[in-house]
């Protein structure tokens, strides 16, 4: 009988730690690497505040551009804005279907009002420009942390305690 009970025992307990280790749990900004056959996670913990933004060198403007984001219910991204200099190549020179385009201090705003999706791709380029992920008032530099000339899945997503383990968490 008291046998049955160790048993008993150690399999509840094994199958707590297995729910521990596999239970996706934290949540976290991901960069999963596409087009390979066993990507490997980067992520950033979440850390309670839900706005986050990427800074990026416009390859041919040579200036900065801002994009704010924010994780919403589900881990889903809502855009909420862009900033940036030129409306040259590649820059939104007006305003869609719930945006809204403004200028001020020769910067250009560009807000979204009702703009959601689950995810997005992000390439990293082989030129030496800026490219970062700001969270909590600190910049992240992707160039440093992924590998130029991949693309990455960019997802708020949650992540078991062995995907973490498996993963490389930005720096």
Known sequence: MRM???VFVIAICSIGVGIFIFLPLQKVFAFTETRIDN???HYLPFA???AFGIRYTHSIHKSDVLEYYRSVAGNRIQMLGMEYEDLAIGMPAYAEENQTLTQRDGKYFLQFDKEFIEDFTIFIGDLDLDL???YKNYEYD???DLQRGKSYLFEVKRI???ERW???RLT
Do not use: Q, W
């Open 160 to 162: 078991s305690l062995y």
């Open 132 to 134: 970062v992920f700001v």
């Open 142 to 144: 992707l160039k440093k």
């Open 39 to 41: 990507p490997v996670v």
């Open 4 to 6: 049955r009970r160790l």
């Open 166 to 168: 498996k993963g490389v």
């Open 48 to 50: 309670g505040d839900d």
